[in-house]
């Protein structure tokens, strides 16, 4: 682990990025057990529980070996235990500590065939994932007497990285784009379309959903501030927000309005759903928007009458989860923004409401968040009118992806690539977040 440290940086210790010069210098030459072999032996399906290291038994270690033997390793429900495993959360460096030789053994292994599948299934969550892992095993300290099986993994890994830059077009077609427009033409509702919001604590989309409402005519009749997480990830980790590229030209920030003082209001303690659905209850709540929220509970979205809304910056079903905008980036495509309604499966809602985003967008992020505001205010200003939402569509549930968290070493991919792009001049370079 000395070696290693020395070639990185504290904040790549901290969000598991292994991957600068001179990591093969510093894995070292050392043989080692080999990993896994395939053997086409039936599997016993993904070992649940791999990645709570604490709770990797001897039998759920065994059932490892013997899915790795088996090859068949393209399985969703273990990529996603992995993905929300605590394993991968920042600070790594100490979160790996946990994991012992033989573990790490298991997730060198994993790693290697995910790598094999994200080349064979063109599936850059494959990639994503089997990067966490090596970086996980390197970062453990405990990777000594793997030297060889490690750097054998490592440059397989650069080796999908390179292909996956490769791939990446650097321009795309260009995308019919109007400035987003949240009004809606004015009426009043019935009176018990009582419009909500339940927002996260500090969320900058909240004054500005407030203003368009204010220019839309129609009543937000309460907000709820949900409160972060306690020890969230850090401000300056990677993982901290979601990827957009710097903005292109220096964008005039325009301030963000006030809310008003008159507005019945609540802050509500992370996690305190009870709270939450007493509240919206009182409020006689027709309909609930989501700004910038985790998964709320089905407590929560069974007492608005009409149904919640939330604004994805995906297009839907094909980037659900997180990081939607780099992977549809990393894939070729414009991002899309999506209003749906919200079901206790994450992003699986009837769709309401679309819009494309050029990617050449000169601030990318100011512009997802104009049209996610303006996509929301426009639903709910429609709801205020006829007092009941617009049917949606449907979602393919054959066509459905779900996404987490992109690596840095794939943010960094985009980070040169998106500087190719042409600069739009269709987007206004106001920013307003």
Known sequence: MTAIASVLRLQDLVDGDVFVPGLFAALGEEAGPALPQAQGTPSSGPPAGLFRLRTATPAVRSAAHDWLR?????????????????????????????????????????????????????????????LKLIACAILSGRAAGRGRVAREVVASAHNGLARIAAAIPPTLPPVPYAEPN????KGRGAEDSRIVVLAGEGSRGLPLFLDTARRS??????????APAPGGVPADSAYAAAWYPEPRNAARVRALPEIPMTLPQRHLAHGDWDAAAEQLAQWNTGLLVLLGMDVVPPLVLGVPAAGTINAHNGELPAFRGMDAVAWARLAGRHPV??????????????????????????????????SQIALLARTAADYAVT?????GRRQDQSAARRWYRMHPALRRLLDRHYTDLAPSTTTSEESSI
């Open 337 to 370: 923004c999506s209003v749906h309604r919200v079901t206790p499966a994450v992003d699986a809602g009837e769709v309401l409401a679309s819009a494309v985003v050029p990617a050449d967008s000169a601030d990318l992020r100011a512009a997802v968040k104009a």
């Open 387 to 391: 007092g009941a939402l617009s049917v």
């Open 217 to 226: 005519g129609f009543t937000v009749h309460g907000v709820l501030h949900h």
């Open 182 to 185: 949240g009004l809606s033409p």
């Open 70 to 130: 088996s090859g068949d390793t393209h399985d969703e429900r273990l990529l996603h235990e992995a993905e929300t495993s605590m394993l991968f959360r920042p600070p790594v460096h100490e979160r790996a500590r946990a994991a012992d030789e033989e573990l790490i053994g298991l997730f060198l292994g994993v790693a290697d065939s995910w790598l094999a599948v994200a080349e064979r299934e063109q599936d850059p969550r494959y990639l994503n994932a089997a």
